[in-house]
């Protein structure tokens, strides 16, 4: 019997081709990330990284014309990440109702740790020089986010303000970054909690 009019033929081998390539491109960031994680971005090669993905090197210069490109995808990986975790959070306290300041800072900072303890070369890649910078769209998003949530502790609260409190407070905890890599997992906890201590206070005094 031959196709069923409106069938196209190709398409039935594009979407297993596209599948594919979207397996080989997952394999290929995981294996940049564990290669980044254990011997730094210099020290990562994309023979290694190919190899690891269980790709030819050809195949991976298909995907990423270098390891730059690699670690472009993986920095946009990881902030996505970041913004999906704390959106879940501010969407969870909605249907909670308000946290307390020192619990909401609490969270934030604890999310943050996680994806660094989940995501070994987001630490490594902050100081690789990428020009790397969040789409301007969703850097907004996440602020006003964040600005809502504010409002509900203040309503007294301006939107252009609550706005710049967030925007304040989101290059805080960015802050942490290059100091929480630099120092050893104990002074971490410490660092950690200074960090915690310094945003409730100043939140306090903002949104009280």
Do not use: H
Not at 37 to 54: D, H, S, Y
Not at 68 to 93: H, N, Q, T, V
Request: glycine share 6%.
């Amino acid at each position: 019997m031959g196709a069923a009019a409106g069938d196209d033929p190709a398409a039935s081998r594009r979407v297993p081709r596209q599948e594919r390539a979207a397996r080989t491109v997952e394999a290929l960031l995981s294996a940049a990330g564990d290669a980044i994680a254990e011997r730094g971005f210099e020290g990562a090669t994309m023979t290694q990284i190919a190899q690891q993905a269980g790709v030819s090197i050809g195949a991976a210069y298909q995907y990423f014309p270098n390891k730059e490109a690699l670690a472009f995808s993986l920095r946009k990986r990881y902030g996505d990440e970041i913004d999906a975790r704390w959106s879940a959070m501010i969407e969870a306290d909605d249907a909670r109702g308000e946290l307390p300041l020192a619990e909401l800072v609490g969270r934030l900072f604890d999310m943050m740790v996680d994806v660094m303890a989940d995501y070994p070369a987001y630490l490594p890649l902050l100081s690789v020089p990428l020009g790397f910078r969040r789409d301007a769209a969703a850097r907004n998003r996440l602020r006003e986010r964040f600005a809502a949530l504010f409002r509900r502790y203040n309503a007294a609260l301006a939107a252009d303000e609550a706005f710049r409190i967030a925007e304040v407070m989101l290059q805080v905890i960015k802050s942490l970054n290059p100091l929480y890599a630099a120092v050893k997992s104990k002074e971490r906890k410490l660092l950690v909690a200074e960090y915690k201590g310094v945003l409730s206070a100043w939140l306090a005094v903002r949104l009280g």
